[in-house]
């Protein structure tokens, strides 16, 4: 009996912590990220400031939680990629892709995004980091299958997986998507992304002695 009034309450909690994060990210969305504060969210959903509270400290804890939610959401479509039956040069290609796609529409479609993920970005969250980390193991297994495969040569894929990130970083950093889009000086996505594996297949560098 206690359990499910334990678990009773566990759900009517989330579906707090859904309608405050729904609600704030509507109101990002329309008035932008620093003219929104925790009593427009309140005042939105039609509670008190105080409430809010109960759920996250801070207006930037709210910040966060959506952050980590929209992060989710893309590493779960690039984990989709990564296990699909596809060589590893395939899946570096496509992942590169469609990290840049996706960064792309969000940042173009509402510049109010384009807010909320610089100030994520310039702030070093935590929910940021342990994403970037995520990613540097996916992209570190399908390097290593590259090489047991025979399309890399051996190499070290830790070293190996942060190059190619920053390699391709204009298609996937935020801020530089949304600087460099359009620019007829800038090399296109595939130009970037054939570069950054054209380099594993023949670029591995010795360390100097």
Not at 49 to 58: C, G
Not at 105 to 129: G, I, L, N, Y
Not at 145 to 151: H, K, L, N, P
């Amino acid at each position: 009996m206690v359990k499910q009034a334990e678990v009773a309450a566990d759900l009517v909690r989330q579906e707090n912590i859904d309608r405050i994060l729904e609600s704030a990210e509507r109101l990002f969305r329309h008035y932008g990220y620093t003219k929104t504060n925790v009593a427009d969210i309140a005042r939105d959903l039609g509670m008190s400031s105080a409430n809010i509270y109960r759920f996250f400290p801070s207006k930037s804890a709210i910040h966060q939680a959506l952050a980590e939610r929209m992060l989710d959401d893309m590493y779960r479509s690039f984990v989709n990629i990564f296990n699909q039956k596809l060589s590893a040069c395939e899946k570096l290609h496509l992942y590169a892709e469609s990290n840049h796609k996706y960064t792309f529409e969000m940042m173009t479609s509402d510049k109010k995004v384009h807010e909320m993920v610089v100030v994520a970005m310039e702030q070093h969250w935590p929910v940021v980091e342990t994403y970037m980390d995520k990613i540097q193991l996916l992209l570190k297994s399908a390097i290593r299958q590259g090489i047991d495969a025979g399309e890399f040569p051996e190499q070290d894929e830790n070293v190996a997986a942060r190059c190619f990130c920053a390699c391709i970083a204009q298609l996937s950093h935020p801020v530089l998507v949304a600087q460099f889009t359009g620019d007829s000086r800038e090399p296109s996505v595939w130009e970037l992304v054939q570069f950054a594996i054209h380099s594993l297949k023949y670029g591995a560098l010795d360390k100097p002695r």
